[in-house]
Each structure stands twice: as C-alpha cells, then as structure tokens.
C-alpha cells in the first residue's frame, strides 16, 4: 500500500486491505465518511448486477461515519476496525431494520436490539454498511420471492449457497470484511467460489445471539475478507464470551492480529491425507493444493502424512441432524405459516420433525466419537490441509440439478460439513485459478479454540502468493 497516493475516489479504495484502509482513516490521511461515500457510490453502481445486498443502510452508515470522524479527531480511536465500512449477513439482528433470514416468513420482522456480534463491531467502531443476501434460512436454496446473488468472477458460475451474499460483497469491493454463518460450508464454498478469505471458527467462540438459527449446534459465526489479516481483524472485534449466550466461550481471546503478522511457521506440522484429498477431486484443484502444500514446506513447516478419520458417515448424518435442528428452531413459524415457506427448506423441516429420537441419538453418537477421533489427530500435528471443495465452482446449470444427484452433494460437502459436526476451526484462503478462470479455494483445519495457528498459516502462505489480490473483472459481470 502506497499512503502517499491521492485517494480520491472508489476505485482508489475499494481493493485497499482492510488494515490499510482502516490506518488511513485513524490517521486522519482520509475520513471514514469519504470512504462510505464511495463505497455507497460503488454499491448504488454495480450491484444491481450481482446483488450482494437486500438492504444497504446508506443514511445510517453516514451517521456512523461521522461520528467515527469526531472521535477520531479527538483522539478516540477505538482499533484498527474504527471507521472502516464493513457488512452482515441478513440473519443478524440489526436495531431497527429488517432481518429475513432469506425467508417470506419473516419479512416484515424488524429487530428491537442488536445482535451480539452487530453490538462488537459498533464498540470496535466498524461501519454497518448494510446487510447481504442469503438463502432461504441460510440452507440450501434461495426463497422464490428473493433473486439468487451471482458470481462476479463469471455470472454463470455458482456463489457457494448461504453466505454468498456476504463474499460477493467482500469480493466486489463493496466493503471491507463481512459477517458471515456457515451450517454445513457456507462460508468456505462462497469464499472459494469467489476468490476471497473465509475463517469459520471453533462453535462457541462467537456469540449467536441475535442470528436466526438454521441449526443451533451446528451454526457457526465467522468473518469473510480478502486477506487472513484483515479477516483476524474482525475476529478479535466479535469472539469471546457473552452474557446473552450461554454457548459463547469464556476461554481468554488470544491476540489474533498478532498471530496473522506472526512471520514465522517454522515448525509447524501440517497432516496431509493423499488418499482423502485426491479421491474424485478434480486434476486442477488437486495441483492448487499440492502448491499450496509445498508453499508451506518452503516456509518451514514440517508435512506430515496422516490417515483423517472416515468421514463418510458423518457427512452423511450431517443433513438429518441439520434438518432436526432446523424443525426445531423453525417450530412454531411453519406450524402457523407453512404456506410462506420454498419447498425445499419445507422439506428439510418436515423430515426433521419427523426423525425418530433413536435415529436421532445414534447420529449424536457418532458425531460425537468423530469428533474425539478428529481431537486425537489434531493432538499430533497442529492443521490439516484439505481442498475447500473437490472441484472449482460449478456452473449453475449443474448446481441446478443437485437435488437430483445426492452424490454431488455428498462430494460438495465431505470437506465442510464433518468441521460443522465436530466444531473445529477452518480457514478457507484463494490458492489458485481454474482454466475457466474461477477461484480455488483450500482449507486448513485446526485444533477446537486454536484460530491462531490457522492465522499464522494463512498468512504466511499470503505473504509469498499473490491468489488474494485477484479481483473480479471490472464492473463484475462477464
């Protein structure tokens, strides 16, 4: 980053790195409610043809611009997020202002609080620029009465289903960092569908009050960004415990900026599986993460070949166990309006309600007994590394006929959905391109409560490679 460059306009700020930007701001080389207004101009101008967000908060995001300017010029400066324009996935409650959750049934609710994390981001002085597109109820499929985001990298493309509104918006440069929720892979499909820096953290270490529940044991909150330094950002602003949460951990929060400009991982031991992360992968996502795996060799880290649990069962439990949950938390809304709800999501309640308590409790033992076996291998090296998913994104001619291949669904989600069932943390960060030009995303996993060494990771990988710093083409639309 140059700082003694002459910011005048959107495109001089839309790709800055969120510490970037933010320093400028609490430096007072620019004001916060410049950088709003840009991105806002950004927004008004491209994303007609993406639609990243439902709703963008445009007279409130100025309100908190300036006073961001005021407390900054007194000296006030809350952290590096003070200022910077950043958005939320429409499952959290924001005061005020609707929250769908990507559903009919909710359309006309309109919180009277903030949610924990919305309540994070104002202490740390973050700019609520607006709220992002999902699917209906953060599963599978968009809501008839919402029109789906689309790919900025290529419109013909999948987003990577939930959080896709929130990547979009990250990628498109509309905003700096995102809130985002990941169920079954929502924040590491659209991260590595559209190029960008997707941390899902250990269940428990980010409050979930106040995010409407898909699927109360398996929802995770985390952070979308274009770099794991400004993704670590966010994280320190909104993890730790909370009065509202009983869930919420109360372990100490760890300096988790610190760890992503830690330059060394000298050391570190990262499991490599061949059989697991080759087994009907597609040829070019399997180069990206055998780079990738030798990139973090030549930085010092020791690999090391390891056998992961069978997780075949456990991505197979995950849907009957997300569906019960989902009955739950849906329980007396769809009694009273089913009528209001897509068919899919209707269906996935309806097989939820209608699980037996046994089928039900042998799931839960057996996620349980993975999730010690995933523990136990984690006590011998310190990440996994895996694919994000088994190939680049999809088209969405193929995506379309997913309900009718459950193979392709189960190849979709053996590399997301186990992390949701055993509630370790995951990075998903770009490691390469397609020939047909879309992003590939790779993952690496971590022991529950370690985000650290996933950060330290990350970043020294993004120190040496350039993935991050791809931008869709101009004006997003291909």
Known sequence: MKEDLAYSSEEDWAYQSLAGIGALIQSRAVTSRQVTEALLQRIAQRDSGLRAFVLVMGTEALAQADRADREIAAGKVRGPLHGVPVAVKDLCWIKGFPCAGGTAVLSEFRPEEDAS????????GAILIGKTRLTEGAYSDYHSSIQ?????W??????????SGSAVAVASGFCFGSIATDTGGSIRWPSAANGITGIKPTWGLVSRFGVIELAASLDHIGVMARSVVDASIVLSAIAGGDARDPTASQLPRPDYVAAAMGADIQGLRIGVDPQWNTLDVDKETQDAVLAGTKAFAELGASIVEIEFPKADEVVKDWVPNCAVEAAVAHELL???????????????????ASLSGMDYQKILLRRAAFKEKVNALL?????????????????????STLGAQPELISKLQRYTSPFNMSGHPTLSIPAGFARDGM?????LIAAQFDESTLLRLGSAFQRVTSWHLQHPPTGGIR
């Open 334 to 352: 769809f009694a009273r309006h089913k009528s209001l709800y897509g068919p899919v999501f209707s269906s996935v309640i309806e097989a939820g």
């Open 117 to 124: 994390v919305v309540r994070f981001l104002r202490e740390a």
């Open 379 to 399: 006590a011998s090296v310190d990440a996994v590394i895996t694919p994000a998913h088994p190939f680049p994104p999809l088209t969405l001619k193929t995506i």
């Open 439 to 443: 992003p590939i995303g790779m993952q």
């Open 154 to 163: 290529n419109n013909d493309y999948w987003t990577g289903i939930s959080s």
């Open 148 to 152: 789906p985001t689309l790919n900025p």
